[in-house]
């Protein structure tokens, strides 16, 4: 099946600093999403994204819609303890099956 | 309150077994989805119901069988287990069928299964 490019595989940075994060794929996307899922959790909807050069905030969290549609990327400003987690794009065209990113771990050394 | 439960959250069973996981959302969404997580951690979809009515079925052993008893339950039935069916299963569910905003897929928290 399918899969999106995701980068980079893992992060180990320090407290505050600012991260990012992106996802390719070769055909192109109506909808960009960006899930969090913590050990022993499930993914958690973080941004969404609906429109081709959108660019989205959620707090620290600021998301784009790649203008081809192919791509779209995450920044986390100002990094923090509990920003540690597994974070997936995921891409999904007319219909409802999302396409899942193969995972970004991030973790923060306080 | 759970939005999007799953029961039992460990599974532990031998080989050749069957088991059933549960899964529940409390949300009113017409439509719930089972996906598998492997253990590099990829996400990939298995089914969807929308309704009680299969949508979605992906290349998945028959040994898996979802069924639906109603639109706010969707419960995975596996029969004959195998080693390579350890991984995490993650049931979610959405408002409706087609994507666009506010169709926002809602994961539960998971069900470990090991097949020793």
């Known amino acids: 099946g399918q899969q999106l490019n995701q980068s980079p595989q893992s992060m180990f940075i320090q407290e505050g600093e600012d991260v990012s994060m992106n996802c390719t794929s070769s055909?192109?996307?109506?909808?960009w999403l960006w899930y969090k899922q913590e050990p022993g959790e499930g993914p958690v909807l973080l941004i969404a994204?609906?429109?081709?050069?959108e660019l989205t905030s959620n707090g620290r969290l600021t998301a784009q819609f790649g203008i081809t549609r192919k791509d779209s990327f995450l920044n986390i400003s100002a990094s923090i303890p509990s920003d540690v987690g597994i974070y997936f794009c995921?891409?999904?065209?007319?219909?409802?099956?999302?396409?899942f990113g193969s995972g970004t771990r991030l973790l923060v050394r306080p | 309150d759970t939005a999007v439960s799953q029961t039992p959250k460990y599974l532990v069973t031998q080989m050749g077994n069957d088991k059933s996981i549960k899964c529940e959302q409390n949300?009113?969404?017409?439509?719930m989805y089972w996906y598998k997580q492997d253990s590099k951690k990829f996400l990939k979809i298995m089914f969807s119901?929308?309704?009680?009515?299969?949508?979605i079925n992906e290349t998945v052993p028959n040994r898996f069988s979802p069924k639906s008893p109603d639109k706010a339950h969707l419960n995975l039935h596996i029969n004959s287990l195998e080693l390579g069916d350890s991984a995490v299963y993650f049931c979610?569910?959405?408002?409706?069928?087609?994507?666009?905003?506010?169709?926002?897929?809602?994961f539960g928290a998971g069900t470990r299964l090991s097949v020793l």
């Open positions: 979610a569910s959405s408002p409706f069928r087609l994507a666009g905003p506010k169709n926002i897929q809602y």
């Open positions: 055909s192109i996307f109506n909808t």
């Open positions: 994204l609906y429109k081709a050069g």
């Open positions: 995921a891409g999904q065209r007319s219909s409802y099956k999302l396409i």
């Open positions: 949300l009113g969404h017409d439509t």
């Open positions: 119901y929308n309704n009680k009515e299969l949508i």
